[in-house]
């Protein structure tokens, strides 16, 4: 077993994540929590696909991803739209058509 010390420095050689700063075994477990644990963009993940180059980049929490979608993005701020989540358009005719079939 390891004392505390080693096990700090034997932890560093394992991936954390830079959000909660937990420590898992290897990369494929990280990027399980990750998806399990945190959010990401559907906009920007699609648009990524384009560009793989880019990387994933993952929301510690839902607020946090619902700040991105209002300040990057077209969130629908209708109560129904907020409580249901993840309502956001990458452009604003895609979030106009939605206001008039959804909210009218």
Known sequence: LFSPGELRSHLRTHPACNMCRVHLFDESALVAHLSRDHFTCHICSRQREEYPEEGQVYYRTYRDLHHHYRT?????????????????????????????????
């Open 72 to 104: 990057e993005h077209y969130a629908c701020e209708e109560r129904e739209c907020v409580e249901a989540r993840f309502v956001a358009f990458e452009t604003e005719a895609e979030y106009r058509v939605h206001g008039m079939e959804r909210h009218g």
